[in-house]
């Protein structure tokens, strides 16, 4: 039966904002804000697409999905697509107004594609199949995506680093955990279907994933001494800026304070981790700041093993980084590879361990 938004007594859109602002984990928000909506709709399926920039044009990424049938589903790793090639979003966020056209797999239903606004621009897309809106639905949707764009831009203000836009260190300590368990349960699920018994499967070399890296620019203080704290500060922007452009989507960025930052890298193989930290060290190397000229920073490297507690990991990466530091700076140390070589002793680090002093 077609719902009209007039038929939703005022005392359910409150407890409707209640539930989705109840939480301040971003995830969890939207995935809240996507299941409420489509009930309150009694729409077959609701959907939230996230707008980024690239090179080439904005990228759209779907997050989060919820269907009468299915449930609420999220995707993490799913390709983004060109938002220049499908025009109904195209034109949403051209418009910057809802966009509605029949949906194409089930006749008789449309696509609204609402635009999530924020203070620069759209920032996402909600996309509602269902019934044709009625009167007052699309002012109430625009009401709620309003509540939520605030409310995601707050989080995300509170999560990220105010001078270079990446996430901080408290970000950091609540996605470290996390960060574990998705490895932990990579690794179990590459146990139990360990059939091939191949290095991938086993962790030689060739096993994908997760690691850890901590950079620290070299003689930073040099740089404040020699030309003042804004230069500094403006080094620190301008290498937060290379490290967006050098790390892929969903490696994580952080900046742990001063000019020590932090990259989780998605899960890729030994050889990989690697080749992205050595090319980005010598991108910082090759770029030319202005005034303050060559800049270099030292790498320490960890892969994330599953049964790691997080001051280990960090422990590990920063004695890497620690070593690096110690011999000729301007370098990316692995962990692994410096205990192997018995240039490091291993340790099995339980205590929170600061990052290199
Ligand atoms: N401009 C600026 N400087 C900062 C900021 N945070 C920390 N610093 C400075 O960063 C410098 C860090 O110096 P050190 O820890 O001695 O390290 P370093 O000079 O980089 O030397 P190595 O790491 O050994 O290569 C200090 O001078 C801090 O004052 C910041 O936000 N802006």
Redesign the pocket.
């Known amino acids: 039966m077609r719902r009209n938004v007039e038929k939703i007594s005022p005392a359910a859109i409150l407890e409707s904002v209640i539930h989705i602002t109840r939480n301040s984990d971003r995830n969890v928000l939207i995935k809240g804000m996507v299941s409420t909506l489509r009930e309150m709709f009694d729409a077959e399926q609701a959907s939230l697409y996230w707008l980024k920039p690239a090179p080439e044009g904005s990228e759209v990424w779907l997050l989060v999905s919820a269907s009468r049938s299915g449930g609420v589903a999220e995707y993490q790793n799913i390709k983004p697509f060109a938002l220049a090639d499908n025009p109904a979003f195209m034109r949403c966020v051209e418009t910057r107004r809802c966009f509605s056209i029949p949906a194409q797999q089930q006749t008789g239903k449309i696509r609204h594609i609402h635009p999530i606004l924020s203070r620069d621009g759209v920032m996402g897309l909600l996309e509602v199949v269902g019934n044709e809106h009625a009167d007052g639905d699309v002012r109430m949707i625009k009401g709620f995506l309003q509540v939520f764009s605030n409310y995601v831009q707050i989080i995300d203000e509170s999560e990220r680093d105010t ?1 270079t836009g990446l996430l901080n260190r408290r970000t950091f300590d609540k996605n470290i955990g996390r960060m574990l368990s998705e490895s932990r349960q990579a690794g179990d699920e590459s146990a139990s279907s360990d059939e091939t018994n191949s290095p991938r499967r086993r962790g030689g070399a060739r096993a994908e994933s997760r690691w850890l890296a901590v950079l ?7 740089i ?1 001494d020699k030309f003042g ?1 804004l230069y ?2 403006e080094v ?1 922007l301008l290498l937060a800026g290379i490290m967006r452009r050098s790390f892929r989507n969903n490696d994580n960025l952080f900046r742990f ?3 020590e930052f932090v990259v989780a890298l998605e899960p890729t193989d030994a050889d990989g981790a690697r080749a992205v930290l050595e090319r980005f060290r010598q991108s910082v190397e090759s770029y030319e700041f202005p005034q303050v000229g060559e800049v270099t920073i ?1 790498i320490g490297y960890v892969r994330i093993g599953s049964q790691d507690a997080p001051a280990t990991v960090v422990g590990h990466a920063d004695e890497a980084l620690y070593y690096a ?1 110690h011999h000729g ?1 301007n370098q990316v140390r692995s962990y692994e590879m410096l205990v192997e070589a018995h240039k490091i002793a291993t340790s099995a680090l339980n205590v929170d361990v600061e990052l ?2």
Do not use: A, M, Q, T
């Open positions: 001078l620290d620019i070299d003689h930073f203080k040099r404040n704290h500094g500060d620190l304070g001063g000019e030292s530091k700076r290199f002093e």
